[in-house]
């Protein structure tokens, strides 16, 4: 079993910034992809970004592509989301993720999840 515990969410006006993070333990997770999804009311969850364990292949959805970096401190068992440039739009709750590695552009499948943070982006 592995535990994420995301922290960083908050309210911040249009083209202010945000860093989320996402600390996990529990059962050793090598090899994992780790990643972010975000939901908001009546959809699903959407995948924002994803990172392999290597942290050498990175996936962004294309609406965030050029202003979100994902990276990980595997040593600190950490995963970020530095959010630049916010929009209204990105307003939802955040999940931090993480599982096995697959061989597709979304790097992982999404097996152990936190409980969220929200994100709030007024205009």
């Known amino acids: 079993q592995v535990y994420l515990v995301e922290s960083g969410g908050g309210m911040v006006q249009a083209g202010g910034s945000l860093r989320l993070s996402c600390s996990a333990s529990g059962q050793t997770f090598s090899n994992y992809g780790m990643g972010w999804f975000r939901q908001v009311p009546g959809q699903g969850r959407a995948s924002v970004a994803g990172i392999t364990w290597s942290g050498d292949t990175t996936y962004y959805k294309d609406s965030v592509k050029g202003r979100v970096t994902i990276s990980r401190d595997n040593a600190k068992n950490t995963v970020y989301l530095q959010m630049n440039s916010l929009e209204p739009e990105d307003t939802a709750v955040y999940y931090c993720?993480?599982?096995?590695?697959?061989?597709?552009?979304?790097?992982?499948?999404?097996?152990?999840w936190g409980q969220g943070t929200q994100v709030t982006v007024s205009s």
């Open positions: 993720a993480a599982g096995p590695e697959i061989k597709s552009r979304l790097i992982f499948i999404p097996t152990y």
